[in-house]
Each structure stands twice: as C-alpha cells, then as structure tokens.
C-alpha cells in the first residue's frame, strides 16, 4: 500500500490503550496496518494530553508524549516538518490527527495534523467511546437534534465548527450528534473543508 493511499484511509477516533492491543500488519518488513477487531486502522484520530517533549539539539528530530489515561504513544516528527509543531508543549491538550508507523518494534505516529484543544475535549471522546446501550431516541429528538446541528453549523460560517464542539454546546448524546452529522454529509447538506472542521452546502 503506497503512502499516497495511507492519506486517503479513514482517521479512526481510537483509545490509545487500543494501538497497543491492536496486531500489526506487515509486508514484509514494511508496517502496512493495524489490525483493531474488524478494522484496519492506518491513519488515527486521538485525543490526549502531551506529557513529553524532546527536540534535538539540531532540531532534526521532534518527539511528543501523548496520553489519555487509556495508554501513552509517541509522536514523531523529523527535519523540515519541525516548524509546524514547535509550538505544543507538555500540558497541553490535541487532537492528533495522523499516521501510524513501526520501527524497531514501536508503533508511533506521524502527525499530519497537531492542533491545540480545551482540556474538555478530553470529556467529549470519553463520551463518544462509552459503551453503554443506548435508550430509544424518539423521532421528533432525533429532528431537533438534526435541526440545532445545521443552525449551528450556518452560525459557524465562514470559519465552520468541529464535531466536538457540537456536542460541547448542544449537550446532547454524542452518538446522536454523529450519527446526524454523518446523515448530513452523506446527504450533501454540509461538507468537511478539513479533517474535524464541518460546513454548511446547503442552498439557504
């Protein structure tokens, strides 16, 4: 698999715990993917906290910690890629957006997107991962909800709005609100300029 088809895999919102209890795929001795259940998983989503930095005196080599109490991976980022993530620092909250690789037995990540978050997005992928069965949703529900998450995204305008932050205003479950956002972009109603960042397409 060539790395141009690795960026058009989907961004799996996975526990980093899960990498680690996933079984690596190889081609030869080349890291192909991740096997996680049914899923093969070569590009990730995640959600954590930096506890870990180093950056080599030659600035060559970026390495970041990041863990979200379900496990710690690194992420790595080397030479003329430095520039873009300079800027995160332990304490910090991201959504890491980017591929999985192996050396020497390691799975880490390099990072296509790194961007800083509120700490409460933290709160937000815990609820998305709950397990718990979900109570019957009522139609007329499930309508409002579809209704408040395209008024929300029209108000967002130009800039957009992320998932996440749907469900940190409308304080609904957050099953819910990514099932209707999946529904509307499948439909055309709203599209996703860029990984986590919606938009309204609609005619009015």
Do not use: C, W
């Amino acid at each position: 698999m060539a790395d141009g088809d690795f960026k058009r895999q989907i961004a799996y919102k996975i526990k980093i715990g899960d990498v680690f209890k996933g079984r690596p795929i190889f081609d030869g001795e080349r890291f192909n993917f991740l096997e996680i259940g049914e899923r093969k998983v070569v590009r990730v989503n995640i959600v954590a906290n930096v506890v870990e930095r180093y950056l080599s005196d030659e600035k060559h080599f970026l390495s970041l910690t990041i863990d979200d109490a379900s496990g710690q991976v690194k992420i790595k980022v080397f030479r003329e890629d430095i520039p873009r993530f300079e800027n995160i620092s332990p304490g910090d909250t991201v959504m890491a957006i980017g591929l999985l690789r192996s050396y020497n037995n390691e799975i880490y990540i390099t990072p296509e997107i790194l961007k800083q978050k509120d700490p409460r997005y933290l709160l937000v992928r815990k609820l998305e991962f709950e397990k718990e069965a979900p109570e019957p949703i009522d139609n007329n529900k499930v309508l409002a909800v579809a209704d408040q998450i395209i008024q929300k995204i029209k108000l967002a305008e130009p800039e957009g709005v992320s998932t996440e932050n749907l469900i940190l205003e409308l304080k609904e479950n957050a099953d819910l609100i990514n099932q209707e956002v999946r529904k509307a972009l499948e439909q055309g109603i709203i599209y996703e300029p860029r990984p986590g960042i919606l938009r309204y397409l609609g005619s009015d």
